[in-house]
């Protein structure tokens, strides 16, 4: 009889160089993800001055390219249970290479608004699946903390735009902006042709020969039989992926549930990208302090996601997130409060955006971990991806928040933020589809 080897147990023990290089590679797809998807925000004010556009005239970019990156979110899920998690990644990255590309000799608009939706398809596309590739390469009881690094890479790839940005902007203009991010992206794709390789737990998931697995497994570096039979607990999973096939894993009841948790944290997250600054500078706040806030809440996000990666190892999905759910809503319900308060000042509302970033930030990447953790192999990025395209769906409701905010004040933008991440906490406190402590005390 053939050896059986449980591929369980042996991506859970010691991770080779080459399957660490792999993680890189997953994470250097949502680096560049964040930085295609910034290039428009620093480019703009460019592109007005050169085409004589006043700053409504972008909204239908913005908007499009929201609705074109939904779509992408769901379908690149999708189709990366039915074809695979390489030559989806490839693909998406290519797609939004290439178009970010045309941009640079965009002669239009027209032309500019086209490129932009077909770029927000790959955009949307690359997460899910770079997210559902970084949980299928890592060992059990590190998946969180390595999902949240990954996604953490979204804001680094807007860090190195801004940067960038900052060099070429100002010399050469935003033309050779978009040159020189279409070509480091298609780069990247064509680097990826050639070191990227396919999932074996996906392949074990979808039916693969034991040879094609096991040589896979063999050149990270596990020692194995070649002719060795792999098997694993999760390859009973259905093998088409599909929203019927994500009711049936989880219930139609439970399902809906982690939707409206990324609805409303989503809606909380982008409702502080796109107005939070616009919104304090109208209230007296000052634009230096708007902006210092921003960067403030970026970089409470970034220490949230690997504070809630830890914890989420260490105690489960469930108390982690609860906690900071509830953390967000009681803080933007004081920063309600604070704002009526005629004595507040700008270091108050630093600290406020610090915790709001580590609090809302944090449970946006704490989502992701969950979702590529309670849906089986076989429809992990299928799962990951519709719940992410409806929390674009409540990024797009941002825009809503914001409108009614600029209307009434900003003590109402932030009970918007309250309500929604007390929303997102009951959604989380009702679901039954946690998953338990991994990491080693």
Not at 64 to 81: E, Q, R
Not at 417 to 435: E, P
Request: net charge positive; hydrophobic share 55%; glycine share 12%.
């Amino acid at each position: 009889m053939r050896p059986s080897v449980d591929i369980d147990a042996l991506m859970d023990g010691r991770m080779p160089a080459r399957q660490k290089l792999v993680l890189g590679l997953g994470a250097l797809a949502i680096v560049f993800d964040g930085f295609d998807n910034q290039l428009l925000g620093f480019a703009a004010p460019a592109i007005m001055a050169d085409w004589h556009l006043s700053a409504t005239s972008l909204v239908p970019v913005v908007a499009f390219s929201l609705i074109a990156m939904t779509v992408g979110t769901a379908l690149g899920g999708y189709l990366a249970d039915r074809v695979g998690r390489r030559p989806m990644l490839i693909g998406c990255v290519f797609l939004f290479g290439i178009a970010t590309l045309a941009i640079a000799a965009a002669p239009d608009f027209t032309t500019l608004i086209a490129l932009r939706i077909t770029a927000g398809l790959g955009l949307g596309g690359a997460l899910p699946v770079a997210a559902a590739y970084l949980t299928e390469f890592t060992s059990k009881r590190h998946r969180s903390m390595v999902v949240s690094l990954g996604i953490v890479c979204t804001p680094l790839g807007g860090l190195i735009a801004g940067a960038l940005s900052a060099v070429i902007l100002p010399s050469m203009g935003w033309r050779h902006l978009f040159l020189a991010g279409g070509l480091l992206s298609v780069g990247t794709a064509m680097m990826f042709l050639l070191l990227l390789p396919e999932s074996p737990r996906y392949l074990l998931a979808r039916g693969g020969h034991d040879r094609r697995i096991n040589t896979l497994l063999r050149r990270f570096g596990h020692a194995i039989d070649a002719d060795a039979h792999v098997v694993c607990t999760e390859a009973e999973a259905p093998a088409k992926p599909g929203l019927t096939q994500i009711f049936s894993a989880q219930g139609i009841g439970q399902t809906l549930l982690l939707w409206s948790a990324f609805f409303c944290c989503l809606l909380a997250v982008y409702a502080m990208f796109s107005w939070g600054p616009t919104i304090l500078n109208g209230g007296g706040v000052g634009l230096r302090v708007a902006s210092i806030g921003l960067a403030l809440f970026n970089l409470g996000g970034m220490l949230g996601a690997l504070v809630v990666g830890v914890a989420m190892d260490r105690l489960g999905s469930r108390r982690p997130m609860l906690a900071f759910a509830a953390a967000a809503s009681i803080v933007s319900a004081i920063a309600a409060l604070y704002w009526s308060y005629p004595d507040r000042s700008a270091t108050g509302f630093m600290v406020i955006f610090a915790i709001l970033g580590l609090t809302i930030a944090g449970l946006q990447v704490a989502l992701y971990a969950l979702a590529t953790q309670i849906y089986p192999t076989a429809m992990r990025a299928s799962g990951v991806g519709f719940a992410a395209a409806i929390g674009r769906l409540g990024a797009i409701a941002s825009s809503a928040a914001g409108a009614l905010s600029l209307a009434n004040g900003a003590s109402i933008f932030f009970v918007i933020l309250a309500v929604a991440m007390a929303g997102a906490g009951v959604a989380l406190a009702s679901m039954r589809h946690h998953f338990s402590a991994t990491a080693r005390p």
